[in-house]
């Protein structure tokens, strides 16, 4: 037998389990992790002492400016994040909930999520090597290159390593500096064959920036829209698909010549 309840009646009783829902989600962990501008690093400087970028094999030159690669700092893999951690974070602008896989894409330990990020690490420098050597037309054999950077994992500064290999040994091809005497900030991954990667953070990386007295952002071309949405002011955008076209628009900005803009 049915008995037809009343419309107030039939909203309360569907409430009862959706409250409940919201009840076990404010307390129980989220597949989410939180992440905020990190540090950046002067590729063209040193890290505890150390050269970041130490030549060997040819004549380098000094530099004036920065290249400041950029990171983000993200909640740890086991870290337990609930619904107000989230919802306190969508409305800031200096924070943002990213899904855990992508960020942690291994799905491992986080001893094993460190090691990969350092594997990454060491990939991403071999790579940054090959595309500045390859694009400066000179053999790796007759050039030894050391980077050096700690506390940092991921791909994402290749870029900017190739960058600070072609200031030191070229510079902007004319006797001055690739910077122009700026700092200049950026992300990026880089192949050997010089194209550049997109990757994660970016609204949050052009922050960092910007703390950290950059007036000239590199991003991505794919990502110019992420990195306009949070655009700090007094930051200049300019997108890169390659090394090629990183260096071209740093001589061109240096000259005040024509530059992409996002």
């Known amino acids: 037998m049915l008995t037809r309840l009343s419309r107030p009646r039939a909203l309360a009783l569907c409430a009862v389990p959706v409250l409940a829902l919201f009840g076990v989600a404010a307390f129980a962990p989220l597949p989410f ?25 040819a004549p380098t030159r000094p ?38 896989d992508s960020v942690y894409p291994t799905g491992g330990s986080e001893k094993e999520i460190e090691k990969h990020n350092l594997d ?14 390859n694009y400066l037309g ?35 091809g004319h006797g001055g500096d690739l910077t122009g005497g700026r700092t200049i900030a950026g ?9 550049v990667g997109a990757v994660g953070g970016v609204s949050l990386k052009t922050q960092a920036a910007r703390r ?3 007036t000239v952002f590199l991003v991505p071309k794919a990502e110019c829209r992420e990195a306009k949405a949070e655009l700090p002011g007094g930051l200049r955008l300019i997108p890169v698909t390659t090394l090629k076209d990183a260096v071209g628009s740093l001589r061109a900005l240096a000259g005040n010549g024509k530059v992409p803009s996002c």
């Open 138 to 172: 000179r053999k790796p054999g007759s050039v030894d290159v050391t980077l050096h950077l700690a506390d940092v994992g991921g791909p994402s500064a290749g870029l900017f390593f190739a960058l600070g290999i072609v200031d030191k040994l070229d510079g902007d």
């Open 212 to 214: 950290d007295g950059a």
């Open 63 to 100: 530099t004036r400016g920065e290249l400041r690669m950029t990171t983000i700092v993200a909640t740890g893999p086991t870290a337990e994040v609930g619904i107000g951690d989230v919802v306190d974070s969508w409305f800031r602008t200096d924070r943002a909930v990213l899904p855990r």
């Open 120 to 133: 990454d690490m060491v990939k991403s420098q071999d790579d940054a090597v090959g595309a500045a050597l």
């Open 33 to 57: 992790t939180l992440a905020q501008p990190g540090t950046t690093a002067n590729v063209l400087g040193s890290d505890h002492g150390t050269p970041v970028i130490s030549i060997e094999g």
């Open 187 to 195: 992300t990026g991954t880089i192949q050997p064959d010089g194209e």
